[in-house]
């Protein structure tokens, strides 16, 4: 048990300090307009820096390289996100609309009351149309450079690796190596979102979180899980733009 400890001491604290700063300036940028502006560059530096600076502090370099910040192996991580993303956005797609259809539609229930603020603005399938957010090119380079890569950096390439020095992978799952350290940095991952934006349905990140650990188990970089992350926010972002008023 205690070698247990020693081993994710590290991990645990660079996870609650990242997460401590980030909820900390969500706090602060409610009341400082200059902080919520920047909220999302500011919180990117902090988890694209936070692994170097644990790294330092247990006496060693921290590789950004090693830790899958790259693109290659090239083709691998194009078939891992082709792949992934021929199965998954059909019934991304599909569910947004199954979801909101039944959940904003009466007789209202416990869950319109839960979504009451996306309810009251639900246009439906007949009554929206399919529109991309202003702005969209910055949007969907800020979600890859500013939100994707520093998540899947630190969750993926930093945390999930430490993990799994404590937890090593006890199984393969369509060729990659997964284990105890894949569901434990899922669920790190949700609970940080949870923690800086306290909203129960943040928790819901924990399942694509899986997959992005997959995609960085399978190829060795985090460049397929991160694109692919962008993606599902930008696909997200898009159906939200179009269906909702």
């Known amino acids: ?88 956005f059909p019934a991304f797609v599909g569910g947004f609309f199954v979801f909101y259809g039944r959940v904003c539609t009466v007789p209202a229930g416990a869950a319109t009351r839960l979504f009451a603020t996306l309810c009251n603005r639900w246009l439906g399938f007949s009554d929206g149309h399919l529109r991309l957010p202003p702005g969209f090119a910055l949007l969907a380079l800020s979600q890859l450079v500013v939100v994707a890569i520093p998540e899947e950096l630190f969750f993926r390439g930093y945390l999930m690796e430490r993990l799994e020095r404590v937890w090593p992978p006890t199984r393969r799952l369509f060729g990659a190596p997964v284990g105890l350290a894949l569901v434990a940095s899922s669920a790190l991952f949700a609970l940080g979102h949870l923690l800086v934006i306290p909203n129960p349905q943040r928790l819901a990140v924990f399942f694509p979180a899986l997959v992005f650990g997959w995609m960085r188990a399978r190829t060795g970089s985090i460049a397929a899980g991160a694109t692919f992350h962008a993606l599902c926010n930008v696909v997200s972002d898009v159906l939200h733009t179009s269906y909702f008023s």
Do not use: Q
């Open 1 to 88: 048990m205690a070698r247990t400890w020693v081993g994710l001491r590290e991990p645990i604290l660079a996870f609650a300090t990242a997460t401590a700063l980030a909820s900390g300036l969500a706090a602060l940028g409610v009341v400082v307009p200059v902080v919520r502006h920047n909220l999302h560059a500011l919180i990117a530096g902090i988890f694209f820096y936070a692994p170097a600076v644990a790294a330092k502090r247990a006496g060693r370099e921290f590789d950004y390289r090693d830790a899958g910040l790259r693109i290659s192996p090239i083709a691998l991580n194009l078939g891992v996100l082709a792949v992934l993303a021929a199965l998954t």
